[in-house]
């Protein structure tokens, strides 16, 4: 069994909100589209860029997607908020913004965060009476 890094774990999450922001929309039952689809001619696509489209992720991808985000619920849901925004690649300032604190605690947050997720799928349990950095510094270990 491999032993979970925390950049394996930022990846994951990562990849989990990718495959979420690739998923088609949620529409309401019943909705489609009465226009007939439109099939352009070779005449019509010359000179034309080439539409490139990445592709719709596999069940794999959406299962491992699916089992990161559950890996939020060992958090505070304050953290949990934190690294969902951070793997979605939002900017630094908006989360300190959105959760009233500061760019360093945002860090510091972050990086244990990550710490306890690494923790856990490594199957240790997180010591209550052990600071942050410990427990950030023994996941990089």
């Known amino acids: ?9 930022e990846d994951r999450l990562e990849s989990a909100a990718d495959v979420f922001r ?9 909705y489609f589209n009465a226009w007939p ?19 719709k992720p596999g069940p794999r991808d959406i299962t491992q997607a699916e089992d990161a985000l559950l890996w939020l619920r060992w958090l505070d849901p304050a953290d949990a908020r934190l690294l969902w925004l951070r793997a979605n690649r939002k900017p630094w300032k908006p989360i300190c913004w959105e959760l009233g604190i500061s760019r360093a ?7 244990y965060g990550i710490a306890v997720i690494v923790w856990r799928l490594n199957g240790r349990r997180v010591p209550k009476k052990r600071s ?3 427990v950030v510094a023994q996941a990089a270990q």
Not at 37 to 55: I, K, L, N, T
Not at 105 to 111: S, V
């Open 105 to 111: 605690t945002a860090n510091r947050r972050w990086q």
């Open 37 to 55: 689809e439109y099939f352009h001619s070779f005449a019509d696509q010359v000179g034309q860029e080439p539409w490139m489209r990445r592709p």
């Open 1 to 9: 069994m491999v032993e979970w890094t925390p950049t394996m774990v």
């Open 22 to 30: 690739s998923l088609p929309d949620v529409k309401p039952q019943g």
């Open 132 to 134: 942050m950095e410990f």
